[in-house]
DNA sequence: TTTTGAGTTGTTCGA
DNA sequence: GTCGAACAACTCAAA
């Protein structure tokens, strides 16, 4: 019998499509291990929502492995100790896994093939992650790409993705070396339990996320074009979180959105703009790649002097939804109560905090990163740059998202506000996104008082935006 | 090497 | 109500 090898799940819990899986199950017997290393990332360990997925990720992952006669070995600790107990613990001599593309993450794949050469043991890393390893898309004069749409181009021109492979078949070791409960992680909320009637929202795992695939390319996806801007739409996919983990590889999404093309030509152009969204996963992936400091400082320096400001009670109000702004608290609460927010609001709540409140866009980022379930370090920090205006190619510093606009223009009939706010709900649609304006007897007979049940407006817009340009615009006389 | 066209998602104002 | 221009300047990528 062949000795053991391991395969190390990290970010990439699925069973299908896993090249570095198909490469262990045709080389031994595989034990399959994840190791919780909670400190991992330092200040980006993973945040309190993604955690509750991971939960019921790995319960789904272990399931599935019994279903093939296989087990998930579980182990909490730093994952190159860990890796090295589990080397003597079952006398496996290889190691497989997937790249990982965090900052951190290249220099512990290095610690441990460096960990596993010394017990006479060897680490075989695989892609898998991504559509395109970023070394493998350059400009013409060989440098990486800085704008998105020459490199969403660049990347359609190289081969096409390969197709995904099959779950392998997996054979089982000897002996089994022990594993730690998963009960005992506490990775779900306890008191107070703020994801109570999430897994009626969420199926974390393969299934639920192949299931979320198709569904989406069976229906929602025809009208992804347009219909993708409006919040109270079903028009978003909403494979973020499954794409996070690895429940779903890029590939399958890639293949699965290609056969739509063949049979329905029609929604080609639906399909593309659907795909460029991947392509910008892979694009924030890959700049971080290159840019490891782009969570943690301004791509541009010269957002080094800009006049950020820090008032507790206005970053406050903006995370509990209450800055009297109906879209954006429909936003926020949909974040708190969902570990989720809509794509387009996203963008109006994001604006608000940094060009309406003056805070730094680190604020943003880091309660996006706690909050939400698709947390991914490069998207949240490209994202959070590119509209604070800091990032490579940023939107424009005179973009500032008016609230009542939005509002008015992407959930007109406010079915999406009023959900998430519910004490405006009896409003009429002309006030819904501007209660301050409403007179009083509409107040009234929507049984709304403003500061009462409802907040005035933290900030006036107009003299807002004023201040933002003014901000902004101080950055002008200072050399890049 | 130099030149040239272009770059996710907006708002406001005045004609 | 609709439409075009202004809101800047800079960097990127390719020719």
């Known amino acids: 019998m062949p000795k ?32 919780w290393d909670e400190n991992l990332g330092g200040e980006w360990c993973m945040g309190g929502a993604s955690q509750w997925w991971l939960h019921h990720s790995l319960e789904q992952l272990g399931d599935d492995l019994e279903q093939l006669g296989s087990r998930l070995i579980l182990r909490r600790g730093e994952s190159c100790e860990q890796l090295e107990l589990l080397l003597a613990d079952t006398g496996a001599d290889c190691i497989f896994a997937s790249r990982q593309y965090q900052p951190w993450a290249g220099p512990l794949e290095a610690e441990v093939k460096a960990m596993a050469q010394r017990c006479g043991a060897d680490f075989k890393r695989y892609a ?43 054979s089982a070791p000897d002996v089994w070396p022990s594993s730690e409960a998963l009960a005992q992680w506490s990775l779900q909320p306890r008191k107070p339990d703020w994801a109570a009637g999430w897994s009626s929202l969420w199926q974390p795992g393969e299934t639920g996320a192949s299931q979320s695939l198709n569904g989406f390319l ?8 347009t219909g993708r801007d409006f919040p109270a739409q079903p028009n978003t996919s909403r494979l973020s979180p499954h794409l996070k983990f690895g429940e779903l590889s890029p590939r399958q999404v890639w293949w699965a959105a290609q056969g739509l093309k063949q049979t329905h030509p029609e929604q080609g152009s639906s399909v593309d703009k659907f795909l460029s969204e ?7 992936n890959h700049l971080v ?18 006049p950020w400001r820090s008032e507790p009670h206005l970053i406050s ?31 109006v709540v994001a604006s608000f905090l940094t ?6 866009w680190r604020i943003g980022q880091q309660w996006f990163w706690d909050c939400l379930l698709d947390a991914d370090l490069a998207s949240n920090a490209y994202s959070w740059q590119w509209v604070g205006g800091s990032g490579a190619d940023a939107a424009p510093y005179f973009r500032i998202f008016n609230p009542v606009a939005q509002g008015e223009k992407f959930d007109k009939s406010g079915a999406y506000t009023r959900r998430w706010v519910p004490e405006l709900a009896e409003l009429p649609d002309k006030f819904l996104h501007r209660p301050w304006e409403a007179p009083d007897l509409t107040l009234a007979a929507a049984g709304v008082e403003l500061g009462r049940d409802y907040p005035k407006p933290i900030v006036d817009h107009r003299e807002a935006r004023e201040a933002a340009l003014a901000a902004y615009g101080s950055l002008k006389t200072i050399a890049a």
């Open 4 to 35: 053991p090898v391991i395969y190390w799940f990290r970010q990439d819990l699925r069973l299908a499509d896993l090249p570095g899986l198909v490469a262990a199950a045709a080389t031994g017997p595989v034990i399959p291990v994840f190791i």
């Open 128 to 170: 898998g992650t991504l559509l395109f390893e970023p070394e493998s898309v350059r400009t013409g004069s060989g440098t990486p790409f800085k704008v998105f749409t020459p490199f969403w181009r660049a990347c359609l021109k190289l081969d096409a993705p390969a197709a995904p492979a099959p779950v392998p078949e997996i």
């Open 218 to 225: 069976d229906g929602h996806v025809s009208d992804y074009g």
């Open 278 to 284: 991947i392509g910008w996963r892979e694009f924030c």
């Open 289 to 306: 790649t290159l840019f490891p400091e782009m969570p943690d400082q301004a791509f541009n320096g010269k957002f080094e002097y800009f």
């Open 317 to 347: 109000a903006w995370q509990q939804g209450m800055t009297g702004y109906p879209i954006v608290d429909a936003g926020m609460r949909e974040l708190w109560q969902t570990g989720f927010m809509h794509n387009r609001v996203r963008m």
């Open 355 to 360: 060009k309406h409140l003056l805070t730094h």
